[in-house]
Nanobody
Framework: VRLVESGGGLVQPGGSLTLSCATS????????MRWYRQTPGKERELVAS???????NYADFVKGRFTISRDNVKNILYLQMNSLQFEDTAVYYC???????WGQGTQVTVSS
């Protein structure tokens, strides 16, 4: 099982980024997938999830700003992030289901 996040970077408040999580080693389309984020000194928190049917759920703090999606042909999970705020600065991780497999994370920094 391999999960590789990418797409992070430095962005100004109000800007946008799209994160990708390239997966391999498992039947991607049969798993619910999740995005989490973590800042120093805080626990990792759930940002968004998408199930095998494409149903999506979001944490209140990103509703209306972030969109999770998946490409079951390319086996990639996405997180489109709009209207980014300082508070969105974190390392973002993708996760397969509720299992032990995590990616290495990608840093998102929102700064003026």
């Amino acid at each position: 099982v391999r999960l590789v996040e990418s797409g992070g970077g430095l962005v100004q408040p109000g800007g946008s980024l799209t994160l990708s999580c390239a997966t391999s080693g498992f039947a991607f389309k049969t798993y619910n997938m999740r995005w989490y984020r973590q800042t120093p000194g805080k626990e990792r928190e759930l940002v968004a999830s998408i199930d095998t049917s494409g149903d999506k759920n979001y944490a209140d703090f990103v509703k209306g700003r972030f969109t999770i999606s998946r490409d079951n042909v390319k086996n990639i999970l996405y997180l489109q992030m709009n209207s980014l705020q300082f508070e969105d600065t974190a390392v973002y991780y993708c996760r397969r289901g509720l299992g032990i497999n995590w990616g290495q994370g990608t840093q998102v920094t929102v700064s003026s």
